[in-house]
């Protein structure tokens, strides 16, 4: 995966996504990151990227020349003309269907608004996806769009340790993730779920699946009308929450 990031702030995200994991992603080449300054690609010899809104208004808006050559950039060194995601509250709401669907994907690009936002010629003519990480207001994208990056990486495969740790955990299934204990089995009184201890895998796959549905309906009942339940998993789900 080839992200290419324009931004004015280059060195945040690359400071934001060299640690831990997607650091060692990008060591192993797993995926590439390419952040862009478009300051460097502004026209005039005082490297202004913002001016006035016309008809007034408070705040500057990023202009159009500088972004659209950065992007040009990036196109002529592929054979494709890249997907070009604008980073934006007024988005599609970021999940994690969006994550997977752009993990298959070869290059990215990531526009990062400052200031009152872009030119809206920006968005007719090279913007393909529009994304928010939520409502509220950020002070620009680069924060959204690490958060953008982290969840589309640890879905390329080798990125994360096991494969596995990626499908099982909240969310593969629309379900929120069962609750997890580590050492020691008694923690000043406080146990550990006696079936995690049994060695009954039968059991212990029961016991999380009955936890995933139980959570689910009580912390995010959202997202218990949006996963595909089996019968199965309604029958379990009917029970547990009559005791
Ligand atoms: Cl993607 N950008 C900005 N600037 N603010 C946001 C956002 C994005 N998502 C939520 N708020």
Redesign the pocket.
Known sequence: MNYHVLTLFPEMIEQGLSASILGKAQEKNLINLNAVNIRDYANNKHKQVDDYPYGGGAGMVMQPQPIIDAYDSIVRKLDHRPRLIY???Q?KTFNQDMALELSKENSLVFLC?HYEGVDERVVETIVTDE???????????EL?VMVIIDAISRLIPGVLKNDQSAETETFHNGLLEYPQYTRPADYNGLKVPEVLLSGHHENIDKWRKEQSLLRTALKRPDLLEKANLSTQDLKILKKILQK
């Open positions: 980073l934006t509250p988005g608004g994304i928010s990480i939520g409502d509220y207001v950020l002070t620009g994208g959204a």
